[in-house]
Antibody
Framework: QVQLQQSGPGLVKSSQTLSLTCAISGDSVSSDIAAWNWVRQSPSRGLEWLGR?????????DYAVSLKSRLIINPDTSQNQFSLLLSSVTPEDTAVYYC?????????WGQGTLVTVSS | QAVLTQPSSLSASPGASASLTCTLRSGLNVGTYTIYWYQQKPGSPPQYLLR?????????GSRVRSRFSGSKDASANAGILLISGLQSEDEADYYCMIWHSSAAVFGGGTKLTVL
């Protein structure tokens, strides 16, 4: 059974970088049939896909256009995890952040992390 | 205009059927997209229900009851999630999703109330 365990701070100051990690068990970040995604949810923006990383003979990333300039998603093969780095945050980035495995659909999700951006 | 538009709320009685729509933005043809449906209950992440592209290309999530089914209304350019025999446990938020230009796009969600 795949499990995703999220970690990272719940409070970030405006203009700083939000950093979250998603540790994978029961699968590999280097899987050639899965992709590793970040999704966030807030009352004002609803569910919002942020981006993903995946390995198909080499590493690929896809990012939401609206966040591309501020977002990096990195795999960490040594720790079997992947991370999210969102720079220059504002209170509008306050949300519950989820990591999710994508097979043929988003089938396994992390527990969610409420991240509040303080002004 | 949002890529995917869902009604914000819907109410239906126990035992009845509910049809949840997901309308694609003008210029996007529903026939070319696979529509994914997710159910979310308070305090939990979304859970996959099913995906639907056509009657010959569809898939039900494991442990998802057959009361949940997908379809499309080409005339309305919309995907549809049909829930039959509504039960109180079906009360939840429902989100549609598509992949568009290598990005996942979610609809705004429909809050289904069973009363």
């Amino acid at each position: 059974q795949v499990q995703l365990q999220q970690s990272g701070p719940g409070l970030v100051k405006s203009s700083q970088t939000l950093s979250l990690t998603c540790a994978i068990s029961g699968d590999s970040v280097s899987s050639d049939i899965a992709a590793w995604n970040w999704v966030r949810q807030s009352p004002s923006r609803g569910l919002e896909w942020l981006g993903r990383t995946y390995y198909r003979s080499r590493w690929y990333n896809d990012y939401a256009v609206s966040l591309k300039s501020r977002l990096i998603i990195n795999p960490d093969t040594s720790q079997n995890q992947f991370s999210l780095l969102l720079s220059s945050v504002t209170p509008e980035d306050t949300a519950v952040y989820y990591c999710a495995r994508e097979g043929f659909y988003f089938d396994f999700w992390g527990q969610g992390t409420l991240v509040t951006v303080s002004s | 205009q949002a890529v995917l538009t869902q009604p914000s709320s819907l109410s239906a009685s126990p035992g009845a059927s509910a049809s949840l729509t997901c309308t694609l933005r003008s210029g996007l043809n529903v026939g070319t997209y696979t529509i994914y449906w997710y159910q979310q209950k308070p305090g939990s992440p979304p859970q996959y229900l099913l995906r639907y592209k056509s009657d010959s290309d569809k898939q039900q999530g494991s442990r998802v009851r057959s009361r949940f089914s997908g379809s499309k209304d080409a005339s309305a350019n919309a995907g549809i999630l049909l829930i039959s025999g509504l039960q109180s446990e079906d009360e939840a938020d429902y989100y549609c999703m598509i992949w568009h230009s290598s990005a996942a796009v979610f609809g705004g969600g429909t809050k289904l109330t069973v009363l």
